[in-house]
Structures are given as structure tokens and as C-alpha cells.
């Protein structure tokens, strides 16, 4: 979310100074919260950590917000920034993911594992999609193999996410555990070649190897979350193995 505030705040006009100082307000404000966690551990007191969700989750609300009405002033034309409205809605869609989750956690719901399963790899799929789209916009158009390759991503995505949204509507029950291994599965190789992709592309920004108007922060930013995915990936996996067993 800090650096989602961050992004955004390089992509106002020098004359947006109300939304370029909300945008800061909202670095400091998770930055402090992030100092906060640094001083908690395994020790550290169940409500403690509850109360400590709730300021997360309403932190995270509050730049949901924000995010909210950049895009509507984007979308009405009463602004024009070099943030794109994808990418807007986009870091505004993820606030509220990490909103939902903390007040999920706070209140002990879970939801049952194949509905689990099909909702977050929608969720991350759309993601990865976005990524790839931003990715090749973002790249100076004489890097014409990355931005080929950036498409190509885009579309790998696109369809597997609606598969994703196919088998949603579909609601597979627990007993089709073989069906959701190979949907992981599937997910799980395009995933690590876009992971290896933006790794790739990280590397050479950071080195000056490329052309782009991609910040390293912003490169490292995308890299992450593709590597988080797979983590959850990973998790949901060893649920449907120990199920199977």
C-alpha cells in the first residue's frame, strides 16, 4: 500500500499539489505502521494483533478511497495525470482485497477450500493480466521483443483467467480435488514464467540495459506479488495433498 502511494504520486502534474499530499500522507501513514510491526513477534499478544488489523484495515479502507476518487476525477476528465486508470483501479482493487482479508481474519471466517482456492486465483490472475498490460505500455516501443513478449503474457493471462471465472460459476465441491490440482497446476507454470520474466525485466532496469519509463521500485513492486502468488499457490497445493491423504 506505501508504495502503491508512492506510484501514484509520481504520476500527478506539479499543479495536483492536494492529491500529491494525500498521496504522501498515505506513504507516512503505512510507513508508521510499518515501523509498529517491526517491534511484534510469534509473542506478541492475539489482542494486540487484532487491534493491530483493525488500524491495517482501516488504513487500508481509507487509501481505498483515495484511490477511488483519483479514478473517478480520472474518468470524468477533471484531472489528467500519467496514472492510467487500469492501473488506478487496479492498486484500488488490491486495498480492498487486503481490507476484506484483515476483517476476514479478525472475525475467524474462512472460506471452504475449493471456493478458496477458485476466488484468490481470480483475484491474482486478474493481476498478473494487469501487470502484463502496464508492463508492455510502459516500455519504450523500441523494445519490441518485450513488449512482444509483454503481450503475449497478457493474453496467456487473460484466457486463464477466464477459465478461473468459468470454474467459479461452475462452484466445484470438495470432491473434484483432482479437477482444482490441475487448475493449480496450469496457473502455477504461467505464473513462474511471468515471475522469471519480471525478475528478467527488473535486472535490466536496474542496470540501464533497457528503455522504459519503469521505476526499479515499480519492477521489484510486480516481481513480488507474482512470487507471492505462487507461495499461495504452493499453500492451497499442500491443502489438497493433505485432503487427498
Not at 509520481?10 to 515501523?35: C, M, N, P, S, W
Not at 487491534?51 to 474518468?75: D, E, P
Not at 476528465?77 to 476483517?103: G, Q
Request: charged share 30%; net charge negative; hydrophobic share 40%.
Amino acid at each position: 500500500m506505501k508504495e502503491h502511494a508512492f506510484f501514484l504520486s509520481l504520476g500527478f502534474t506539479v499543479d495536483q499539489t492536494q492529491l500529491i499530499k494525500e498521496a504522501r500522507h498515505y506513504i507516512a501513514v503505512f510507513e508508521r505502521i510499518e515501523e509498529q510491526i517491526s517491534d511484534y513477534n510469534e509473542m506478541t499478544d492475539p489482542g494486540v494483533i487484532r487491534q493491530l488489523n483493525i488500524q491495517v484495515y482501516q488504513a487500508a479502507a481509507s487509501i481505498w478511497a483515495y484511490k477511488r476518487k483519483v479514478l473517478g476525477l480520472i474518468l470524468r476528465c477533471e484531472i489528467v495525470s500519467n496514472n492510467m486508470p487500469l492501473l488506478v483501479d487496479h492498486t484500488s482493487r488490491e486495498a480492498a482485497y487486503f481490507a476484506k482479508r484483515l476483517k476476514e481474519l479478525n472475525e475467524g471466517k474462512l472460506k471452504p477450500l475449493p471456493e478458496a482456492i477458485i476466488k484468490e486465483n481470480v483475484f491474482f490472475l486478474k493481476i498478473m493480466a494487469d501487470h502484463s498490460k502496464f508492463i508492455g505500455h510502459l516500455l519504450d516501443p523500441s523494445e519490441r521483443k518485450l513488449v512482444d513478449q509483454a503481450r503475449e503474457f497478457s493474453n496467456d493471462f487473460d484466457q486463464l483467467l477466464f477459465q478461473a471465472q468459468d470454474l467459479d460459476h461452475m462452484r466445484p465441491q470438495s470432491e473434484t480435488v483432482p479437477l482444482l490440482d490441475q487448475f493449480l497446476d496450469q496457473n502455477r507454470v504461467s505464473v513462474v514464467s511471468l515471475r522469471d520474466f519480471k525478475k528478467t525485466a527488473r535486472d535490466l532496469i536496474e542496470a540501464c540495459k533497457i528503455k522504459s519509463s519503469i521505476p526499479t521500485l515499480l519492477a521489484d513492486h510486480v516481481y513480488r506479488e507474482a512470487d507471492h502468488f505462487l507461495h499461495i499457490i504452493d499453500a492451497f497445493d499442500e491443502h489438497l495433498t493433505a485432503i487427498k491423504k
